[in-house]
């Protein structure tokens, strides 16, 4: 039996688009709204306005390029003064609508209500990006087929038998596609394209990130809400690195060998 472990240097050998920097792009342009708001957190794009209102310039900086380069390791790493930023408008918001308009005219309910519940919402932003993730696996593994490497590393090519058997940290199904290798011979740790109760879950590995944010001084309610979202995206975002490697122990000792076959 040979068994092999496959990340994503073995798609990019088969000329499929699925760097990370790949899925900013695909994110950027499917869900621009979404996208925006997930670099604002990080304390990355420069802010700008022009007719249509503000917006983020995404220039490829050395920081842009850096998230999304180690993408799951940096998504625990939000920007502390994007936080504190919230905490203070809300309170600029406050301030103004009880102080500086109370006497002179009624303020405007729907301005406050916009300013207010823009930065109180936070936005829901874990389901879109977890979405957009989906979307982006999916739209490779649907548009676009892998393609035969143009170098070939041993040993692993060719696969020797039936009695090889796959770890794939990847989500696409170029195994399947290029090789004809069974499904019972491959196991997707992080979920697989096409498959609705195993779909393509990522995640960063900071189980203190959530604790950290949870420090941070608050003051009232409304600063105690902000804290516990952000707190909570950071917990949803955490890959639950024991159940994969759970899994992943129990397909390697359910492997059924057939001694018929080559070794």
Known sequence: MKLYYIGNGFD???NLPTRY???KEYFKTNYPEYYYRFIEMYGLGEIHSDYNGP???DSESEEIIELWMDFENTLSKIDSSFIYNKLGTIQETRDLTKSEFEGIFDPDPAWYND?????MNLYE???PLQKAFI???ESIEKNIFPTKPDKQPKPFYPIPNNNSFFVVFNYTHTLQKMYNIDNSHIFYPHGEAGNPKEYPKFGHGDSSASEQIEALETYDDDSHYIIDWISQ???ETQKNVED???DTSNFLENIEINDDEES
């Open 233 to 235: 995206y950071v917990s």
């Open 135 to 137: 979307s982006w696996i």
């Open 55 to 57: 917006y983020y310039d």
């Open 125 to 127: 932003l874990y389901k």
């Open 12 to 14: 990019l050998a088969h």
């Open 115 to 119: 300013v207010y519940v823009e930065n």
């Open 21 to 23: 920097l790949d899925f």
């Open 244 to 246: 994969y490697l759970w």
